[in-house]
């Protein structure tokens, strides 16, 4: 098998699981946040600030990559690793995402999705064997099955066709895996906030023994304490030597709770998203740091932070930038953003080895706002 999991510590406090992943180019620790590279690159930033930070994975997207470069392109380069100069692990996501969130005009079927290129509007088609393909050319350790992402809120007869097409498109994948003595592919289970569905989805995955399993359709537009449900009561089926990922999870609170429910891989754009927006991540909560209170304000972004920026830089020299529109700035408060996110994993593996981690959280949700209801802003 191409990756395995080491369980190392189970939290006495919540239940929370302490591990690694051993993969083809290194080990990383779980509970783990990847930093999302879409296009082969993490926004704004060089693969060695991504070293310095301490970043061990990093996520990239098949279906951009297919439109740009191009997958064969990747390929001649020797793959993402050598491509875009990363050594570490790499996961790809499938591409049903994109698909069926930037298309308005798509049509499923049980072959794939006929859809159209969210940039130049050219009819595409994309199916578990294209997914596999691509992925299979671009080289990661770890890809993912094509699946269906139902929005939310869909309902149950809708989303039952929907997970047991998905389960058919999983089985299809992995009959069209070409290299999986040297990748990992992981099986996604969906089935919204159905707890029924969530159980037969899971059923009908494990049965396929992938060598790692995600939860996917969630962070949808749900309200948190939906998808902490669902988390409940989903995680406990997935199988307990393997890794566990949930898709498209970011906020401080979510990794965290995720955590607690024995999740071990996350990942998500909102710390480099909300970053090109000027708003930054610290432990009082979120800074929107080119508000104009902040124009002689030569604090760093958050006084409790070690990361690069925080030891140079000022809160009025970064609003400056970002007021100016200099990518510079948007550099700043993007590797503020995902300092702070590993830190945070840092932390959370630490309070799961001293069983504290029930401790940490309620801190750690007092300080940032989150008891509130609401994040503070500073």
């Keep these: 098998m191409p990756i395995t999991y080491e369980h190392i510590k189970t939290c006495k406090q919540t239940g929370a699981r302490l591990g690694k992943v051993h993969t083809p180019h290194g080990s990383f620790d779980t509970p783990m946040f990847m930093p999302v590279g879409t296009l082969a690159t993490v926004k704004t930033m060089s693969?060695?600030?991504?070293?310095?930070?301490?970043?061990?994975?990093?996520?990239?997207?098949?279906?951009?990559?297919?439109?740009?470069?191009?997958?064969?392109?990747?390929?001649?380069?020797?793959?993402?690793?050598?491509?875009?100069?990363?050594?570490?692990?790499?996961?790809?996501?499938?591409?049903?995402?994109?698909?069926?969130?930037?298309?308005?005009?798509?049509?499923?079927?049980?072959?794939?999705?006929?859809?159209?290129?969210?940039?130049?509007?050219?009819?595409?088609?994309?199916?578990?064997?294209?997914?596999?393909?691509?992925?299979?050319?671009?080289?990661?350790?770890?890809?993912?099955?094509?699946?269906?992402?139902?929005?939310?809120?869909?309902?149950?007869a809708y989303m039952k066709e929907s997970i047991e097409r998905t389960s058919r498109w999983a089985e299809r994948s992995l009959n069209a895996h070409m290299r999986p003595n040297e990748q990992a592919l992981f099986g996604i289970i969906q089935g919204g906030e159905f707890e029924d569905l969530r159980k037969q989805s899971a059923a009908d995955l494990i049965s396929l023994d992938f060598p790692g399993y995600a939860i996917g359709g969630l962070s949808v537009g749900e309200p948190k304490h939906i998808m902490n449900e669902v988390l409940e009561y989903t995680t406990p089926l997935m199988p307990a030597n393997k890794p566990r990922y949930l898709m498209g999870v970011g906020s401080p609170d979510s990794l965290i709770e995720g955590a607690i429910r024995g999740i071990d891989m996350f990942d998500c754009v909102l710390p480099t998203r909300i970053a090109r927006n000027g708003t930054c991540m610290t432990s009082n909560g979120r800074l929107v740091v080119r508000n104009a209170k902040f124009s002689r304000d030569f604090r760093p972004i958050d006084e409790n932070c070690s990361c690069y920026v925080c030891k140079n830089y000022t809160r009025a020299y970064i609003r400056h930038l970002i007021k100016c529109n200099e990518t510079f700035g948007f550099r700043l408060t993007t590797y503020h953003n995902l300092y702070f996110l590993l830190k945070l994993m840092e932390q959370v593996r630490a309070a799961i080895i001293d069983d504290r981690l029930g401790d940490f959280k309620e801190a750690f949700f007092e300080q940032y706002g989150f008891n509130d209801m609401h994040p503070k802003n500073f």
């Excluded at 600030?49 to 390929?75: C, F």
């Excluded at 050598?82 to 049980?110: A, C, H, Y």
């Design 47 to 156: 693969p060695e600030e991504l070293l310095e930070m301490n970043a061990q994975i990093i996520l990239s997207n098949t279906y951009h990559l297919w439109l740009r470069p191009g997958e064969d392109i990747v390929k001649e380069a020797g793959g993402l690793h050598t491509f875009m100069n990363w050594k570490r692990p790499i996961l790809t996501d499938s591409g049903g995402f994109q698909v069926f969130s930037l298309s308005n005009t798509r049509e499923i079927t049980e072959e794939g999705v006929h859809f159209r290129h969210h940039l130049s509007g050219e009819k595409l088609f994309f199916s578990p064997e294209k997914a596999m393909q691509i992925q299979n050319d671009l080289g990661p350790d770890i890809m993912m099955v094509l699946d269906e992402c139902p929005p939310f809120p869909a309902t149950h």
